[in-house]
């Protein structure tokens, strides 16, 4: 029996719901172009969720590829953890209702909320519960359906934005796996990136117009840039590596422009970036394991190669997680 020094990726997978929205589209809802959208973004198409989809749904997808894709049974699977925003119900958490759909009844199932940076949050506890030996094997998920919490008449945030889920399967491992995680968080910047409504607030105020994602997109830009390029820093330094030993960088695909800034904080070429931004537009927690699962079907993403993974959302919160795939 190997002895469990890491937790190691043993399998990816990914969904996108079947409604693809274009920019072309969008210049027939709203007062925009597709050059604009483009030119400031890197966008040019996204999925949105059918009328009686939900994130479960996707996550289910998601799941089941990265389990087929890992090659283990379903009932070895005793943690599920899923970062997510956009929950199917108040309660029970999305992981139960997940858990209930594929049949494991043993372990932990609970979700995340760290908004575009939970895919990181989610994977750094699931790290940790599997090298403490509190778990053998999670299914990490990340999924969202931002497309519901959309004001679909504000350009300024609805041509941002995208559905969809990504997993992988994370098992005890000898091997190399996750090098080290680094989670932030600074609650201060609460207003810049928010949907201001909450059922503690009362049901009207789900009902109103609070209750979609409002931006200042040129704030959270500024401070995500600044922020991402400390981050790469304080990941390297931790893992005592140079820039040139990190084979990817697969980003958070909030922004073509923010990807750019810090390929070239790390001085890598834009061929070793995992970019989706134009294909799925900013999918919040889904983003990063959509992107790692895109480039490991394609054969892009090797094993044995070091994967720098990092994003950054409302909270405003941030991680990075280096990964020996
Ligand atoms: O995942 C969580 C993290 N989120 C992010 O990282 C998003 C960060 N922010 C951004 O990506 C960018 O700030 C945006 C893409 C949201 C906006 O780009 P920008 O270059 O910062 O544009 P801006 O907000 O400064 O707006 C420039 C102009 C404005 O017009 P005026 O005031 O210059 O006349 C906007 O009204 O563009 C206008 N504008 C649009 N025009 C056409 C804003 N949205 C649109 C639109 N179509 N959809």
Known sequence: MCSVKYSRIKGTGSYLPEKVLSNTDLEKMIDTTDQWIRDRTGIERRHIVGEDETTCDLAEM?????????????EDIDLVIIATTT????????????????????????????????FVY????????????????????????LSRILDWSDRTTCVLFGDGAGAVVLSGSDESGVLSTHLHADGR???????????SQGYEQVQSQNAFIHMDG????????????QLVDETLEANQMEKGDIDWLIPHQANIRIITA????????????????????????????????????????????TLLLEAFGGGFTWGSALVKY
């Open 87 to 118: 929950p199917d119900r108040i309660f029970p958490s999305t992981a139960c209702l997940l858990q209930e759909r594929l049949g494991i009844q043993k372990g932990a199932a609970f979700d995340v909320q760290a908004v575009c940076t939970g």
């Open 262 to 305: 810090t390929a070239k904080k790390l001085k890598m070429p834009m061929d070793r970036v995992v970019v989706t931004v134009q294909e799925h537009g900013n999918t919040s927690a889904a983003s990063i394991p959509l992107a790692l699962d895109v480039a490991v079907r394609d054969g892009r993403v090797k094993r044995g190669e």
């Open 218 to 229: 040129r704030e959270v830009f500024k401070k995500a840039v600044n922020t991402l390029g």
């Open 122 to 145: 989610a994977l750094d506890i699931a790290d940790k519960f599997i090298r403490t030996k509190s778990a053998r094997t999670a299914l990490v998920v990340g999924a969202d359906a």
């Open 62 to 74: 998601a799941s089941r590829r990265a389990i087929e894709a890992a090659g283990i049974n379903i």
């Open 189 to 199: 910047y609460k207003d810049l990136l928010t949907v201001p409504a909450g059922i």
